[in-house]
Structures are given as C-alpha cells and as structure tokens.
C-alpha cells in the first residue's frame, strides 16, 4: 500500500481532486505554502495499491501539465563579519526557474483502513 503525497499549484488542486475521485480515488487536500517562491500550494494525500501507483501518477500528470520557466529576482544580503551589520542591496540575482507541475512523493503505508 503506498501513501502519495503530491504538493500542487493552488489553482490544479481542485481539477486534481476531481481527476483522481472520476477514476475511484479520494484525496485529502491541506493548504502548502512554498518554501522558494512563497506561494500558496496544496498538498494532496490519497492512498493505493502498490500496483495503482503509475496510474495515479498518470493521473496528476495529465491534470498539472508540463512546467513553466519564469524569471525572477531574488534578494540577497552580503553577510556580515564579527558585529558589523550587513550592507543590503537593493538589487538581487536574477534567476530562472521552473513554476508549475506537481511534486509526487509516495512512501509505504503500514496501516491503511477507511471507516
């Protein structure tokens, strides 16, 4: 039995919700905030066969779609050495990064029971 965790934008929560509960499976869905880019996220949690893991996965995949590279700046402070505050810029580094997608995490469940 496999506990899947998948961490997905905000806005694809729901139609992964409905995706996955269309093909027999429930989820429970928990507010997430990033830790990057401080965006808000949820955290999906359903549980399944060994076996049903690809197709859940397919699943989430086929909803969150590929993602998407953004440009951004990020702040940065020089550090400080002894007791001398440190300069802050102004500025920050410019960075591309991915947005979007999902991220599916699935451990062993050692106890699985709906009541």
């Known amino acids: ?48 066969e060994d076996e049903k893991l690809p197709e859940v996965v397919k699943i989430i995949k086929a909803v969150c779609g590929e993602r998407i590279s953004v440009d951004v700046d990020v702040p940065y402070n020089a550090m400080s050495h002894g007791m001398q505050p440190a300069p802050v810029w102004g500025g920050g580094i410019r960075q591309t990064i991915q947005v979007g997608g999902a991220v599916i995490i699935a451990v062993e469940a050692c106890f699985y029971e709906k009541i």
């Open 1 to 48: 039995m496999k506990l899947i965790y998948a961490i997905v934008e905000r806005d694809n929560a729901e139609r992964v919700t409905d995706a996955l509960n269309s093909k027999g499976y429930q989820a429970t869905m928990i507010s997430s905030t990033g830790g990057f880019l401080k965006k808000g996220n949820s955290t999906l949690m359903t549980c399944t």
